[in-house]
């Protein structure tokens, strides 16, 4: 049976990965998962300087998912090079940065850092607010999109994922900004905005009034855009939005996604990936299919 | 080592109104758990995806079972509530640093479901041969794990209402039965815990205080569950620590309530 798949050149063993952000740089959860056994680790968003993130309470659980607003905190490029990287290339994974930012500046600062690090690929998480174009996220203007993909595929020589935002009216259009931009593969979806009121307390229940919702609620939107931009642009997409088992990969793989990644189901389950991994296996078997790349983006 | 268990309700009894007391048999979390850890159990109705920060009340290291006490306050700990014997779940620990037990007279202080990690925490300092005080605050007369307590400790209560002890605070009881003591370890609510501090500071009192904030990995991973400390934290590179992996026991000079 072929699991591998191939992403901008880079060859990964099977296509589960882990989201952004729910596994840190892997240290946790290798107490559970055999890092070895991923497609690729996909770290914490990372930036120029360490991020102190947001107040407290940061999340909140809702019906089948749960909101966040964590605010990015993160150690910062320096530090994340020195001690997260030598951790990651113990394993026989690879790896993918997230790199966040708050100008372009921000952002170029740690591709640059990043050049001429052991890492794979860099995914560029554009749902952050463009501090200098009034706090709009990156990822909801397409102008906006274009120029910091471009920017980014100037310095970075790792293959670019850029990482689309959900909270837009058409997901293609932003798709194609990045393909324009020169972007080598896609990913998405991040988390959608969101609120959730304490009655009790009568407040909001996290900090920061709003937070991105992610988790099982929020799959028919991720899938759905999935199987949009699968047909709009031509570049590989790695699918998200509330896997928590093999058949609901499969879904993403069938609209069009050459990879997974799981990410609150981590919360629900530590060993989340792995059972996601022998899920898509069974579902192989099942189907009599011996090459996981003939199932994706079949579903038209 | 943390450990991803399926574990088996033993028994499930209501100890006071909405406070319930479960023992687990698990493989290998009680073997492992320390005073001050929790573990993090988990819903079976899935639309509750986040696991629920229990202490570990008391654990049977031989049986490699262990007791959680906990308040029904919400949809996840009612269900847990009507977990019935033989029923199994999902749990993950144990997790978190637990207190650094100390060879010095104990001062325990707890409030409200803060009470049930003293147990544990009692038993092994007294197993060391410390001396313990324990010091209670209640909302009434419903005085659950007290019995449990007095096995190990000296039990000095405080009850809101009057009905038993000290009308008043933790605070307000440890003034009026005049006990003194050289290590502090306490769990409770934030307010009570920023007396306590208070009251170690002035008093010149090691303490040491478990803290709560939602967790959403429970591990350390994810960044959900964090406090602010005083200095720059080596993992984080700010003024934060992670309660569920850096704590939940911190010495109170560590962080900002
Ligand atoms: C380290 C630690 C140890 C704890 N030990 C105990 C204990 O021994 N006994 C006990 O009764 N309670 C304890 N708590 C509090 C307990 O975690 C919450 O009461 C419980 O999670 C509530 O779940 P629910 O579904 O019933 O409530 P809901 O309000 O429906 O829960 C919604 C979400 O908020 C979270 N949440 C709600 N209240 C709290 C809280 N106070 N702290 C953290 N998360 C919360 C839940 O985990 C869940 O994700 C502890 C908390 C922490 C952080
Ligand atoms: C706690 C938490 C933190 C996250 N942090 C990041 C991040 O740093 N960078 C990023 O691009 N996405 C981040 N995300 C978004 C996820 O990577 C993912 O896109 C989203 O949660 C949808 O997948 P899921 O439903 O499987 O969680 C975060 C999500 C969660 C729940
Ligand atoms: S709950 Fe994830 S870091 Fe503490």
Known sequence: MNLGVNIAGVQFENPVMEASGTFGSGVEFSEFVDLNKLGAVVTKGVANVPWPGNPTPRIAETYGGMLNAIGLQNPGVEVFCKRDIPFLKKFNTKIIVNVCGKTVEDYLEVVERLSDEPIDMMEINISCPNVKEGGIAFGQDPKCVEAITKAVKAKAKQPVIMKLSPNVADITVMAKAAEAGGTDALSLINTITGMKIDIHKQTFAIANKTGGMSGPAVKPVAVRMVYQVANAVSVPIIGMGGIMNGDDAMEFILAGATAVSVGTANFMNPTATMDVLSGIENYMRMHNVEDINQLIGIVK | ?257
């Not at chain 2, 202080?109 to 007294?126: S, W, Y």
């Open chain 2, 1 to 257: 080592m943390k450990y991803k268990e399926i574990v088996t309700v033993i028994s499930q009894e209501q100890i006071a109104t909405g406070i319930y007391s479960m023992w687990i048999q698990t493989k290998d979390i009680a073997k492992d758990a320390v005073p001050g850890q929790f573990i993090s159990i988990y819903c079976k109705e899935g639309s509750r995806i986040l696991p629920r920060p229990i202490s570990i009340c008391e654990v049977d290291k031989e049986a490699d079972t262990l007791r959680i006490v906990y308040r029904v306050v919400g949809k996840g700990t009612d269900e847990f509530s009507k977990f019935s014997v033989g029923e199994t779940t999902q749990v993950v620990g144990p997790l978190g640093n637990g207190y650094t037990l100390e060879n010095r007279t104990a001062l325990l202080i707890a409030g409200g479901v803060g009470i049930p990690p003293m147990l544990e925490t009692a038993k092994a300092l007294n197993f060391m041969g410390v001396k313990v005080f324990t010091v209670c605050g209640y909302r009434n007369n419903e005085l659950f794990l007290k019995e449990d307590l007095e096995k190990y400790s000296t039990v000095i209560i405080a009850t809101d209402d009057g009905s038993v002890g000290t009308k008043g605070t933790v605070i307000d009881a440890i003034k009026e039965s005049g006990v003194e003591a050289d290590v502090i370890y306490s769990c409770g609510p934030t307010p009570m815990l920023r007396a306590v501090k208070q009251y170690a500071i002035e008093n010149d009192i090691i303490c040491q205080i478990s803290l709560e904030e939602k967790m959403a990995c429970g591990i350390g991973a994810c960044l959900a569950c964090v406090c602010k400390s005083k200095e720059v934290d080596d993992h984080s590179q700010v003024h934060t620590k992670r309660i569920c992996a850096d704590g939940p026991v911190f010495y109170a000079q560590e962080v900002e309530l």
